[in-house]
């Protein structure tokens, strides 16, 4: 391997260093809407290989005898500058596919847990997974034309969250609205480094 | 930016998964040069010397991909082919110096002050 950047000046990055957040929530809460909205590219797909148990594949060897499956992944792309990069990743809807969680959650600066008024419930399971990992997230409600409306401490109550999860309400193909959400992730994830500090 | 087509690696006869496998040849893991490569992690491909008499055209088309940094699921998907298949290869092209790689905010970096506000800034700027 190459040894990287030794030549590089060091005003001018050779390899930008990148960020992710993950916009996670139940099957069609508008999850890759959300990307779209906020990416300065095209919602990009790509496809992870598992076995049909729902593990990853990260073994070729023989795996043409095995019964596979994939599970596409969502994500977007805002380049804050030349040197740092941020993706953001909607996670898969099924629920077999947890793992791919993991994968996506590992190091990355926080969490949408996007929920629909109309399956509150779906968004359960998500909120659980940041909670147990200690990622910082935000809940935000895609308000859906005809969706129930339910008050803020309702919500909060369906979905077993405190207060001190900052909930949203937010329209999920609105960019403003989007980036809103973003902006909430990115200060709830700096108020909780700056409460461990 | 243009997406290449949806299916060249695929073979209508064989089925999806043929190409894919037959071109890195059942190799099974990454080389030790991509052990690290994630989701996320940028690679960028540098003017280098070396004969590429040898590569397959897959690895040629990251080549070019590359000359701008992207990130691994940015290649797979312009690509269209599994990540898993898209890793060995740029594994090959790291080991031979043809593709660099740098990731620093993956783990070892904590996720700190300075970095988040650079994200809070960028995210209100656009
Ligand atoms: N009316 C309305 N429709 C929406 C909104 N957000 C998403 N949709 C629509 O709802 C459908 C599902 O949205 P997606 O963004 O694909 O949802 P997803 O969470 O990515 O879905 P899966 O990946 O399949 O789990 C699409 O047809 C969207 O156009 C919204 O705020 N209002
Ligand atoms: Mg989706």
Redesign the interface.
């Known amino acids: 391997m190459v040894s990287v950047q030794s030549d590089q000046r060091s005003d001018e990055p050779l390899v930008p260093s990148s960020v992710k957040i993950v916009i996670a929530g139940g099957f069609g809460v508008g999850k890759t809407t959300m990307v779209g909205a906020v990416s300065e590219i095209t919602p990009l797909r790509t496809e992870e290989l598992l076995t049909e148990a729902g593990e990853e594949i990260d073994d070729l060897a023989g795996v043409e005898g095995k019964n596979t499956t994939t599970v596409a992944l969502d994500f977007g792309r805002i380049t804050i500058n030349p040197e740092l990069v941020l993706y953001l990743f909607g996670t898969p809807g099924q629920d077999r596919f947890w793992f791919m969680w993991d994968e996506l959650s590992v190091g990355s600066i926080g969490a949408v847990v996007l929920v629909d008024t109309r399956r509150l419930e779906a968004g359960f399971g998500a909120v659980d997974f940041f909670e147990r990992r200690h990622i910082p997230f935000v809940v935000a409600v895609n308000c859906f034309e005809g969706s129930h409306s339910y008050t803020t401490d309702e919500m909060r109550q369906a979905l077993d969250v405190s207060d001190t999860v900052p909930l949203v309400l937010c329209d999920a193909r609105d960019r403003e609205s989007c980036k809103a959400v973003l902006v909430r992730v990115i200060e709830h994830a700096m108020n909780k480094l700056d409460v461990m500090a | 930016?243009s997406q290449h087509s949806a299916d060249w690696w695929y073979d209508e006869a064989a089925g999806p998964?043929?190409r894919p496998?037959a071109m890195?040849s059942?190799?099974?893991?990454p080389k030790?040069?991509g052990d690290e490569l994630?989701?996320?992690?940028?690679?960028?491909a540098?003017r280098t010397s070396s004969d590429h008499g040898s590569l397959l055209v897959e690895h040629l088309e990251i080549i070019k991909l590359c000359r701008k940094?992207l990130?691994v699921?940015?290649v797979?998907?312009?690509l269209n082919a599994?990540?898993?298949?898209v890793k060995?290869l740029l594994s090959d092209l790291?080991?031979r110096?043809d593709v660099?790689?740098?990731?620093?905010?993956?783990?070892a970096v904590p996720?700190?002050?300075n970095?988040?506000?650079?994200?809070?800034?960028?995210?209100?700027a656009?």
Request: charged share 20%.
């Open positions: 930016m998964m043929v496998y890195v059942g190799r099974t893991r030790p040069a994630t989701l996320t992690t940028q690679v960028r540098i940094p990130s699921a940015e797979a998907a312009y599994p990540l898993v298949v060995v790291i080991q110096g660099i790689t740098r990731d620093p905010s993956r783990t996720v700190d002050m970095l988040l506000q650079k994200v809070l800034d960028g995210v209100r656009i």
